[in-house]
Every structure is written in C-alpha cells, then in structure tokens.
T-cell receptor, first 109, second 112 residues
Framework: QKEVEQDPGPLSVPEGAIVSLNCTYS??????FMWYRQYSRKGPELLMY????GNKEDGRFTAQVDKSSKYISLFIRDSQPSDSATYLC?????????FGTGTSLTVIP | DGGITQSPKYLFRKEGQNVTLSCEQN?????MYWYRQDPGQGLRLIYY???????QKGDIAEGYSVSREKKESFPLTVTSAQKNPTAFYLC???????????FGPGTRLTVL
C-alpha cells in the first residue's frame, strides 16, 4: 500500500466551478500537510500548508485535514483557466516527505 | 533575489556517460533534497542532506551520487550505472525550523 494515494484524474471543469482535490494516507504519524501546484515542465510551487487537523483558507483556496479519516482536501473556489495545472499533495512527520502522484486539472474558459 | 536555482534546464547525455546536475540555494536552508519525477509515479526521493558533509540515501539512490561541501550547494551526479536516467529531476530545500519544502525549477535529463 502506498503511503499517499491521490486520484490522478484528469479533472476538467468549467470556469467558475468549485474544484475538490483529495488525498488519503496510511501513516498516522503524519502531522504536516501540503498542497503544491505544478505547471507543465516547472517545479512544484507551495500553495497551502497545514499542521494537524483543521481548515486553512487563503483567498480562493481552502485546505482541510481530517486526521481521523486520514483524508486531506484542497478546494478551489471560482476556478480560473490559470488554475489549470497538476496538484500534488504532500505530507510529513519529520525529515522526509511523501507525495501523491498528482491530479491533473483543466479549467475550461 | 532569493530562491533555488537548478542548471541546466535541459540536459542530453549519451549512454555510458556520467553527468552532474547543479542545485544552488540562497534561502539559508539547512536541508536539501533530490527527487526524480516520472509520469504517473509522483516524486521519488533520491538523496537528502540535513547538514554540510552529511547525506542519506532515499528510496532510489542506486546509480546516483551526491556531495554537500557547502550549505548552498547540493549537486547530483547521475552515473552510467543508473539504468533508466531519463526523467525530470527536482531539487528542494527545507529550513530546519519548518516542515515545508520549496522546489527549484527542475532539470530535464534525456539519455540518447
């Protein structure tokens, strides 16, 4: 079983839609949870960072962590064509990081 | 201008040749990491280093080598022993007081 599972998509939505991206994990020791956005042929860019359970909001983006279910989510409100990218979840309990395989998102104008 | 630089952006290598990928940072981060990214497989850890002159193998270290002689630099050598080196290579850093990683722009290596 992989440490982190993420549906690869692809996911295609119309502009203005609410997007929900999700990851599940198996290691209950994970305490730090991150979402990265990666454009084609570029390095991942840190979007959101959450410690332990709860919600965190930053503009159109909301990150949720449910440690009891080992489930994390990223919501994108009012999605824009510029949000079209691959979204990677990542988590850590210390020095090493574990990544999902990424979900490819396309926002259609 | 703070950040992480990787060079070159694109690299072509003939089979049997060693090649070194550069990673430099001016974020004053202590920890540095090398990942390999292949389609559908996510990021796989090659090596990481938490302090100068010390580094640890990741999940796929075979056929790779690293050095950490300076805090700012963590070069990765892809040796001829690496059977399938064509991939996108990403360098990342982390400050020891934080638990998030920041990535460089990547180097795409193609073996001809």
């Amino acid at each position: 079983q992989k440490e982190v599972e993420q549906d690869p998509g692809p996911l295609s939505v119309p502009e203005g839609a609410i997007v929900s991206l999700n990851c599940t994990y198996s290691n209950s020791a994970f305490q730090y949870f991150m979402w990265y956005r990666q454009y084609s042929r570029k390095g991942p860019e840190l979007l959101m960072y959450t410690y332990s359970s709860g919600n965190k909001e930053d503009g159109r983006f909301t990150a949720q962590v449910d440690k009891s279910s080992k489930y994390i989510s990223l919501f994108i409100r009012d999605s824009q064509p510029s949000d079209s990218a691959t979204y990677l979840c990542a988590m850590s309990a210390g020095n090493q990081f574990y990544f999902g395989t990424g979900t490819s998102l396309t926002v259609i104008p | 201008d703070g950040g992480i630089t990787q060079s070159p952006k694109y690299l072509f290598r003939k089979e049997g040749q060693n090649v070194t990928l550069s990673c430099e940072q001016n974020l004053n981060h202590d920890a540095m990491y090398w990942y390999r990214q292949d389609p559908g497989q996510g990021l796989r850890l090659i090596y990481y280093s938490q302090i100068v002159n010390d580094f640890q193998k990741g999940d796929i270290a075979e056929g790779y080598s690293v050095s950490r002689e300076k805090k700012e630099s963590f070069p990765l050598t892809v040796t001829s022993a690496q059977k399938n080196p064509t991939a996108f290579y990403l360098c990342a850093t982390r400050g020891l007081a934080t638990y998030t990683q920041y990535f460089g722009p990547g180097t795409r290596l193609t073996v001809l």
